[in-house]
């Protein structure tokens, strides 16, 4: 066996070297691939090591959305031919947060959701599962609306005074940036109306809820602007992975004013260059 044995403890040390502490409200984004080398337990190191390093006290939160929960009309990578929409429509299981497997969010969170004692959100689509003595309340009451607004964990994050700990992805994955745009006002800021399958009264049906129109193309340039503006963003490693912990609430504030100062609508770009 080549390269580096990672274990619990190895990763113990990472994580509370760079400045994971006892009692924090963390949320994690991560690539298990990052982390390179060997581990005896996969994920399950990832969690563990987290797990001890914020201690009974601490609070861990990760993402575990559900994408593909939603209108096959509206697919596009892959589309499906419009004759499947109606048996998909008529036949797709409901959420069900004991159930459901996350989608497009790697080893790490699909582990971690099926963990004895964590809770998770009631979100059809963009689902939050956390570990420890803030979960109930970080993950409670999650409205279908504007699932990554005021009423979301990310929201609750903020109110608890969180961390952000990108564990080998970067701002791409930064999903409290998407707090920031439900907060901030900016040219082009539009709603949409999608729909997922849910239990509602014990009966399955499709929910028709409000949504921001997000925009991630910018979350790397406003998390380099962030970190070299305030200086509060810790760089480092986590076994192999390159890593960012941060403030969560400074980093939302921070994203707010950013795109309220440099967003333009479309229209916008397109007139300065016709310029």
């Not at 929201?155 to 907060?183: C, F, K, M, Q």
């Not at 949504?211 to 380099?224: H, K, N, T, V």
Request: net charge negative; hydrophobic share 40%; glycine share 12%.
């Amino acid at each position: 066996m080549q390269g580096r044995l990672i274990t619990v403890e190895t990763l113990y040390d990472d994580m509370t070297r760079l400045g994971i502490k006892a009692g924090m409200t963390l949320i994690v984004h991560s690539s298990m691939k990052a982390l390179g080398g060997w581990m005896p337990g996969g994920p399950v190191d990832v969690i563990l090591a987290l797990e001890q390093a914020l201690g009974e006290e601490g609070t861990l939160v990760m993402p575990t959305h559900t994408g593909g929960l939603s209108d096959p009309g509206g697919w596009s990578m892959p589309p499906v031919p419009q004759s499947w929409w109606e048996p998909i429509r008529r036949t797709m299981p409901a959420y069900d947060p004991d159930l459901s497997p996350t989608r497009l969010m790697g080893a790490i969170p699909e582990c971690f959701r099926k963990q004895r004692g964590v809770i998770r959100s009631s979100h059809p689509q963009v689902s939050f599962a956390a570990w420890g003595k803030g979960a109930a309340g970080i993950t409670g009451e999650h409205s279908l609306d504007y699932g990554l607004g005021e009423r979301s964990p990310l929201a609750r994050l903020y109110d608890a005074d969180g961390w952000v700990l990108l564990l080998g992805v970067g701002h791409g994955n930064n999903t409290s940036l998407h707090l920031a745009e439900i907060r901030a006002e900016y040219p082009g800021k539009k709603d949409l109306t999608v729909k997922a399958p849910i239990h509602r009264n014990g009966v399955r049906e499709w929910a028709s809820f409000r949504e921001l129109d997000y925009d991630s193309d910018d979350f790397e340039e406003i998390g380099r602007s962030f970190a070299q503006d305030t200086g509060l963003v810790i760089r480092g490693h986590i076994a192999g992975a390159e890593v960012l912990l941060m403030p969560q609430k400074a980093l939302v504030d921070y994203g707010v004013n950013w795109m309220e100062s440099i967003r333009q609508a479309p229209d916008d770009d397109e007139a300065m260059q016709d310029g």
